[in-house]
């Protein structure tokens, strides 16, 4: 079992940025990890994506915009997320394949409003 947990999220202006981090409970060096995010009405949505050598990969909506890192040595994903736009409002989930099983955060709220 591992638990992933959320922070960073927060209400913010058009244009600002963000850092989103995602604490699992136990090590995740070997794992792909990921972001996902839900705005209020929609579906569930991939927006970016890190494998275990470091490859990334970003959703077309976010490219150039958005970065996903990790730290193995603090069991941690980041997503920083700059130039944002109101249509990035969403609840931001993070996503973990450990030993052949997937595993959710709960969840951290972003909203981009003036």
């Known amino acids: 079992q591992v638990q992933l947990v959320e922070s960073g999220g927060g209400l913010v202006q058009p244009g600002g940025s963000l850092r989103l981090a995602c604490a699992a409970s136990r090590n995740i060096f070997s794992s792909t990890l990921r972001w996902y995010r839900q705005a209020p009405g929609k579906q569930r949505e991939w927006v970016a994506v890190?494998?275990?050598?470091?490859?990334?990969n970003y959703a077309d909506s976010v490219k150039g915009r958005f970065t996903i890192s990790r730290d193995n040595a603090k069991n941690t994903v980041y997503l920083q997320m700059n130039s944002l736009k109101p249509e990035d409002t969403a609840v931001y989930y993070c996503n973990a394949d450990v030993n052949s099983y997937n595993f959710w955060g709960q969840g951290t709220q972003v909203i981009v409003s003036s």
């Open positions: 890190i494998t275990s050598v470091g490859s990334t």
